[in-house]
Nanobody, 114 residues
Framework: QVQLVESGGGLVQPGGSLRLSCVAS????????MSWYRHAPGKERELVAS????????RYADAVKGRFTISRDNAKNTVYLQMNSLTPEDTAVYYC???????WGQGTQVTVSA
């Protein structure tokens, strides 16, 4: 069974940091591009970052460039999203996604508030 399980969300103050993790199972993780999306209330779901299978292609949304870093550990079947300098505008549910398999994780809530 193909599955993506996110963790690491929570409540953080503006300027703080969080690291999200997404553990994959049921497919050959190392050969798949992986992505992080987010969905904020009243907004459309948006792509935050993506990373190709061999780390050759990494993309970020303009809103997070310089603050967020996507990475992966193929030995652990895990993709990460390191989020620094968080602002209230980063508040959203963050989802892990496999584009080639069209599989979503259940999401993890990130709330940035004083």
């Amino acid at each position: 069974q193909v599955q993506l399980v996110e963790s690491g969300g929570g409540l953080v103050q503006p300027g703080g940091s969080l690291r999200l993790s997404c553990v994959a199972s049921g497919f050959t993780f190392s050969s798949r591009t992986m992505s992080w999306y987010r969905h904020a209330p009243g907004k459309e779901r948006e792509l935050v970052a993506s990373i190709s299978s061999a780390n050759r292609i990494i993309r970020y949304a303009d809103a997070v460039k310089g603050r967020f870093t996507i990475s992966r550990d193929n030995a652990k079947n895990t993709v990460y999203l390191q989020m620094n300098s968080l602002t209230p505008e980063d508040t959203a549910v963050y989802y892990c996604y496999s584009p080639s398999l069209s599989v979503w994780g259940q999401g993890t809530q990130v709330t940035v508030s004083a």
